[in-house]
């Protein structure tokens, strides 16, 4: 198989006989190994254009034998018989004008029968299709998708805003469900478990469904396992899982939940294995051991192969995986300086963005650079709007190369032709399994855009393990005190434990509370006994309203920091000193700007920056900033203090004192300061800066559903205080 693919890349041209012969072999393959089949005509496609077109029936009849009905139409080839065109017909959507391939529609009969399923396909199946499907079809008053991401939320949205005719969008917890049209919510596992005005809920999607394992070491796990055991308990919802590359789930799980899990590996794309490591093993070895001599030589040896390869590849889209933010920062800078001496850098016509940035950001901002360098970065640091730009950039071609992290595993849709497998972490310890690696592989080539893709290995590829994924409410092997404190007495499998009896001897009302803020159990329950003690003599520091003074935000975040963490959360380069004073600098400056200043001052002054430059030190200011801002401000931070303002209610009422309200303070953090009815932009992608320039145009007094309607309706996108970029951003809602 692989030389005869071989011959297919290098050959110029094949006359009718070895067409023939290679129809046959094709043909030889769907008796004997349908993957193989399928695989060899990915492959024919691709090289199409050197095949006898006198031949192309048999072609047409080998693409129909696989099922892979869309490259049919894609390719404009014809099928001759009524049988054919009748099964053709079959697999065309009822609601979409597209085909299905067969394992796609044969997913699609399953999801109407009253069966529950569970997917296991590669990332180039198009799981994702079958969900707008059923959007179209209108078969479910109420659906809930649940993503892992903000950014895989927004592509969702952008793709289903068409049928918001029938369907209220639902975004954010602060939204009403519709009475008068089917609503479908688009939230994360954590925005499940806050939204409290659910209609019966008809359709649940969980997609990334892995993430439910407590054994692979995700701190969202138990979110997403209350929202889903919710959301089954309250509704008995029909369910539909998705996931790539999975062998198994829970036993049991299927005959309870009257489920189907099935398990394919049909993929439309073929991705070619690249192995950059073997070769250069004795070299890429010493790069990981920082102490060992020749440390920095083979560093940079493995750097300049990886900068080799992506000119080499200059002419197609290339990902290139890093470990961390600043593994992606620092590698597309050393790249693009690269480039640059090559003589193969050039400044291309100003992206949109890059106005924005200079007056918003910093036009000594490393990014610019490496934008006009076609150059793009992505990972969890930067804000969503760029992200999402960056992305529409790469996908229109305007970026060659993309540097980022597990975002890429994600399920972020790229263009991209190749992939780097450049870092061998996830994080600084973490390896790369070989389920990170399939994911990571399965994003090179794109459905109906490449047929093909490449891997390029610079790492040995992980040991081969079969991935099972465990349902940690269901299975209870292992279950965390955030998952099991969630369970009715009767789905409790092992009563006897000393962790049930734990949670058993909370008091019922502490129970509650507890249950209702989903974190760390024992830790709320330590909160609460703290703030029985010292409510006596720090009612001051508990009890307070609207903005907190620095000793009440200290009191605050000390108990939060030291009972609220998870046992592996170790706040990374944050420490509980650090966070105290850069929330009170975005508290009283409510603007991250002041914090990218405060931030440079901090590290102008230590001494492993003496030797590095202005531009440089900013550019680590930046990236710690948005970290900040991504990481606490929208979401921990906020979460922590909903928390702290549910048991210090409930301590202070316990004891006849006034409670305090931290729910002003938290709003205006996990909302940077933007007005209530304009803070659903940013959910859209919109940059706070437009959102601000929007306030004196759109009334305070509509609501938040009213607003995009508004923008439209007046066209306010086009009026002239906004940027082109900030533009081109409300134009795309």
Same mark, same amino acid.
């Given at each position: 198989?692989?030389?005869?693919?071989?011959?297919?890349?290098?050959?110029?041209?094949?006359?009718?006989?070895?067409?023939?012969?290679?129809?046959?072999?094709?043909?030889?393959?769907?008796?004997?190994?349908?993957?193989?089949?399928?695989?060899?005509?990915?492959?024919?496609?691709?090289?199409?254009?050197?095949?006898?077109?006198?031949?192309?029936?048999?072609?047409?009849?080998?693409?129909? $034998?696989?099922?892979?009905?869309?490259?049919?139409?894609?390719?404009?080839?014809?099928?001759?018989?009524? $049988?054919?065109?009748?099964?053709?017909?079959?697999? #065309?959507?009822?609601?979409?004008?597209?085909? *299905?391939?067969?394992?796609?529609r044969y997913l699609l009969s399953l999801l109407k029968t009253d069966k529950n399923v569970i997917v296991s396909a590669p990332t180039s199946f198009g799981k994702s299709l079958l969900i707008e499907e059923f959007v179209a079809s209108g078969a479910f008053s109420n659906l809930v998708i649940i993503q892992p991401t903000l950014a895989l939320l927004d592509e969702t949205r952008k793709k289903l805003n068409k049928y918001s005719d029938q369907y209220r969008l639902v975004v954010r917890t602060s939204q009403e469900p519709s009475t008068e049209r089917g609503n479908l919510f688009l939230f994360t596992a954590e925005r499940v478990n806050e939204y409290k005005t659910f209609p019966h809920i008809d359709f649940l999607v969980i997609d990334e469904f892995y993430k %439910?394992?407590?054994?692979?070491?995700?701190?969202?796990?138990?979110?997403?396992?209350?929202?889903?055991?919710?959301?089954?308990?309250?509704?008995?919802?029909?369910?539909?899982?998705l996931g790539p590359n999975i062998d198994g789930i829970s036993p049991g799980f299927t005959e309870k939940y009257n489920a189907v899990f099935y398990k394919t590996k049909s993929s439309l794309v073929d991705t070619k294995v690249v192995d950059i490591y073997t070769p250069n093993k004795e070299v890429f070895d010493q790069t990981t051991h920082h102490r060992k001599k020749g440390y920095k030589e083979a560093v940079e040896t493995k750097e300049r192969i990886l900068f080799d390869l992506l000119i080499q590849n200059r002419n197609e889209q290339s990902i290139i995986y890093c470990s961390s933010p600043s593994r992606v920062r620092q590698l597309a800078v050393k790249f693009c300086h690269y480039l640059l001496q090559s003589s193969l850098g050039h400044v291309t016509q100003e992206l949109d963005i890059i106005e924005w940035i200079r007056e918003n950001i910093s036009e000594d901002w490393s990014l610019i650079k490496l934008l006009n360098n076609r150059i793009g970065i992505h990972d969890g640091a930067l804000q969503k709007h760029i992200t999402t730009s960056i992305i529409n950039y790469f996908n229109n071609g305007e970026l060659k190369y993309l540097f980022c992290t597990t975002t890429i595993i994600e399920g972020v849709n790229t263009s991209a032709k190749n992939i780097i497998f450049y870092d061998p972490t996830k994080g600084q310890r973490t390896p790369i399994d070989f389920f990170d690696y399939s994911n990571i592989k399965g994003r090179a080539g794109r459905l109906m855009i490449h047929y093909t893709g490449n891997i390029y290995n610079f790492n040995p590829v992980p040991e081969n393990t079969q991935i099972i994924i465990?349902?940690?409410?269901?299975?209870?092997?292992?279950?965390?005190?955030?998952?099991?404190?969630?369970?009715?007495?009767?789905?409790?499998?092992?009563?006897?434990?000393?962790?049930?009896?734990?949670?058993? $001897?909370?008091?019922?009302?502490? +129970?509650?509370?507890?249950?209702?803020?989903?974190?760390?159990?024992?830790?709320?329950?330590?909160?609460?006994?703290?703030?029985?003690?010292?409510?006596?003599?720090?009612? #001051? %520091?508990?009890?307070?309203?609207? *903005?907190?003074?620095?000793?009440?935000?200290s009191y605050i975040l000390t108990l939060a920091w030291n009972n609220l963490r998870k046992p592996s959360e170790t706040g990374g380069q944050m420490t509980l000193n650090a966070l105290i004073t850069v929330t009170q600098i975005?508290?009283?400056?409510?603007?991250?700007?002041?914090?990218?200043?405060?931030?440079?001052?901090?590290?102008?002054?230590?001494? +492993?920056?003496?030797?590095?430059?202005?531009?440089?030190?900013?550019?680590?200011?930046?990236?710690?900033? *948005?970290?900040?801002?991504? #990481?606490?401000?929208?979401?921990?931070?906020?979460?922590?203090?909903?928390?702290?303002n549910s048991i210090q209610e409930f301590v202070c009422l316990e004891v006849g004192r006034r409670p305090g309200n931290y729910?002003? *303070?938290?709003?205006?953090?996990?909302?940077?300061?933007?007005?209530?009815n304009l803070a659903i932009l940013s959910e859209f992608g919109i940059p706070g800066s437009a959102i601000r320039k929007l306030e004196p145009l759109i009334p305070a007094s509509i609501s938040q559903d009213e607003v995009i309607l508004r923008i439209k309706e007046q066209n306010l996108a086009e009026n002239r205080v906004f940027l082109e970029y900030e533009r081109n951003k409300l134009r795309e809602n």
């Open positions: 198989m692989e030389e005869l693919i071989q011959t297919l890349e290098t050959q110029n041209s094949f006359d009718s006989e070895e067409t023939f012969e290679l129809y046959r072999t094709c043909s030889q393959y769907l008796i004997d190994d349908e993957l193989k089949a399928q695989r060899l005509v990915v492959n024919l496609l691709n090289n199409k254009s050197k095949l006898d077109r006198s031949l192309d029936g048999i072609l047409t009849d080998l693409v129909e $034998a696989v099922g892979f009905y869309p490259y049919l139409t894609k390719e404009e080839l014809q099928l001759d018989s009524s $049988a054919s065109l009748i099964r053709k017909e079959y697999h #065309h959507s009822e609601n979409l004008n597209k085909f *299905f391939h067969e394992d796609q %439910l394992s407590a054994k692979r070491d995700d701190e969202r796990a138990d979110s997403l396992n209350n929202a889903f055991n919710y959301i089954l308990k309250e509704f008995n919802s029909k369910f539909y899982l465990d349902i940690p409410f269901f299975e209870q092997n292992p279950i965390s005190d955030e998952v099991l404190i969630q369970l009715d007495e009767n789905e409790i499998l092992n009563k006897g434990s000393n962790q049930y009896d734990s949670i058993l $001897a909370i008091p019922e009302r502490e +129970k509650d509370v507890i249950k209702n803020n989903g974190v760390n159990v024992f830790g709320q329950k330590t909160i609460i006994d703290t703030l029985r003690t010292d409510i006596r003599d720090k009612y #001051h %520091l508990i009890s307070w309203s609207r *903005f907190p003074t620095k000793p009440q935000l975005y508290g009283y400056n409510q603007s991250i700007w002041n914090l990218v200043e405060n931030n440079f001052a901090y590290l102008k002054g230590l001494a +492993k920056y003496s030797e590095a430059s202005d531009a440089e030190i900013r550019d680590e200011a930046i990236r710690n900033s *948005f970290q900040t801002l991504k #990481h606490w401000f929208e979401y921990k931070i906020p979460k922590w203090l909903s928390v702290l729910s002003y *303070f938290s709003s205006l953090i996990e909302n940077d300061f933007l007005r209530d």
